[in-house]
């Protein structure tokens, strides 16, 4: 057994510095290669986020060359928010930014590409060039459903080839841009082929697993043998030998340390989710080599005799991805000890023979927690977690099930907010409410469960609608008020309405959802007075100035809503956050029947009676407004 010191490991977080390892090659290519515009494509947990975090932190000195902007795409699935993450990547780098004469708050009035360009050419005038670290750039992909000629845009202005150097970070879900079909070149034309990320050297695993960059005394004294033990086991894979390492360093036996490991729920999850974005192809192809053990080219072929060059191609990218390795006779095997353990569970709920058709067939199960809920495919993830169709095998029915994220779990203010959406939502009887049934812990995390509604939000229906004719406006925003009636009846307020926070069935019926920012009128909730909760581009003036909230504050954001529904498009549009709020205060919208000439008078009058800036003035109760709507319905 080795005798350990401290446990120095850092799991689940980016890193940068001395607790950085590696990469030197692939840092090495991304700075000073011949190439302007590059793609790293690797799986989850890999050090994606920490490569690009390394790269800021070895460029920020001055000599060199490089003004580096740490760009987060998380969230950037509309244009206005594709402006706004810019925007605070910009805020981050301020003080970098400051130190060479560039004024952020100059830019505020720019849009994204005029921001890029301005950068560009300062930067460049100085004799550097602009390193662009662009991260979790799979959100383009619902950027490119809404405009696609805003992200063709976006592409030449990341590959103007004077003066700045792009590096995009992602999963192979981005790899569905690369199939874009138009007049124009795809997004990921000039960005590939990519540079795979995937495990690191022996001699940075090793590196990593004695925690060479940390101070000699802080070291924890791991034997030799179990160094390397660790190294192959988890295939050289960053994230899995700090895990293995934590566990061993608090166990002192490392058989264990592995045991806890792969049954660690959280491992499972990502191992399913990578497996999932593979195609049918890779899946086959990597479960076949796990069952042979070692594999060669003829016996994979005497098993799968379909399209030699389709196989061949799988194989490759297994390999880029790092799911692939070779052996010392140059065979196919699976190299991750917990890969293999992971697969091996596979194989016993589901046969080998399925594995082509996990990925297209929604309706296979990729795990199941508890014993109950069987998860099928994801369905939407956010900030705190992602959100699956899932089977509850006692009441045989659809649910959703939402895995929360462990970042988020660890706050016990947030959990409250969830168990809270509970309380609150169940005491609603109302059909335009989406139920939530309850939050439980399973090994390796937290989950909520919810009422299944097979659709999407009206967020999704605007995006691919624009407005909608008056007769669904009517119907959506009467039934919407109803639902805010109920809960306002029981004294209950939303503080987050927003498109995206309601569901629309198959059958065009509203499910108003997310009450985790509820709070009991004239209680003390957990989101207090004095703090701005919601959202900016549906928040009431209220909200902005932290006063104090009631029912009034709902139904302005609700007015915001009809009036998308009705124009499709916002009231309210700038370029930074801080402008919106102030729009929110100050600004008289514009009339929504000069935006859509066909749009009765009397609905046009309730939506700005709605949007009143004075609480005073609005429609005092959602019941107000359901009746008013009511009696438009009547004479349309």
Known sequence: MSIVRANPYVVGQWVRGERFYGRSALID????????????????RIGKTSL????????????????????????????????LTFADALLDAEDRLDAIGIDVSSLEDEDLFQSMARLRRTIRGQGNSLLLLCDEVEELLNLHRQDPALLRKLRRAMQSQDGVRSVLTSSVRLCELSEQRGDTSP?????????????????????????????????????SGDAIEICHRCDHHPYL???????????????????????????????????????????????????????????????????????????????????????????YVVPSYFLIRWLEDLAITQPPAQAASLYEEPTISIRTIDSRYTLHEEIGAGATGSVFKARDALLDTWVAVKLLKPEYT?????????????????????????????????????????????????????????????????????????????AHGLNILHRDIKPGNILVDEKGEPFLADFGLARLIGGHGLTQHGVFVGTPHYCSPEQVALEELDERSDIYALGLVIYEMATGRRPFEAETVAEILAMQKSALPPNPASVSPQMPGELAAIILRCLAKNPLDRIASARELEEALDRITEAF
């Open 29 to 44: 290519e991304i700075l000073t290669g011949p190439r302007n515009s590059l793609w790293v494509l690797g799986t989850r």
């Open 52 to 83: 690009l975090k390394q790269l800021e932190h070895l460029t920020s000195s001055e000599g060199s060359g490089y003004v580096p902007i740490f760009w987060d795409l998380q969230g950037a699935d509309d244009p206005n928010e594709l402006n």
């Open 187 to 223: 997004f990921l034309h000039g960005f590939s082929p990519p540079l795979y990320i995937s495990g690191l050297s022996t001699e940075e695993s090793l590196a990593l697993v004695r925690q060479n960059g940390s101070p000699e005394e802080t070291r924890p004294e791991i034997e």
């Open 241 to 331: 030998i700090q895990l293995v390492c934590k566990r061993f360093v608090e166990t002192g036996d490392l058989e264990e340390a592995c045991r806890q490991v792969v049954s660690d729920r959280m491992i499972n999850y990502f191992f399913s989710v990578d497996f999932e974005m593979l195609s049918s192809t890779e899946k086959s192809v990597l479960r076949l080599i796990a069952d042979q053990g070692t594999a060669t080219d003829e016996s994979i072929h005497a098993v799968m005799k379909g399209d030699t060059a389709d196989r061949d191609d799988a194989l490759q990218r297994l390999e880029n991805l790092g799911f692939v390795g070779r052996d010392e006779g140059g065979n």
């Open 410 to 486: 660890a706050n016990r203010n947030a959990i409250e907010r969830v168990r809270q959406e509970i309380v609150l939502s169940r005491d609603i009887a109302h059909p335009n409410i989406l139920r939530v049934y309850h939050l439980a812990s399973y090994e390796g995390g937290t989950y909520l469960t919810m009422q299944w509604i097979k659709g999407g939000t009206l967020a999704d229906v605007i995006a691919e609608r624009g407005a909608l004719p008056t007769s669904e406006v009517l119907t959506l925003a009467t039934k919407l008020s109803s639902a805010l009636a109920a």
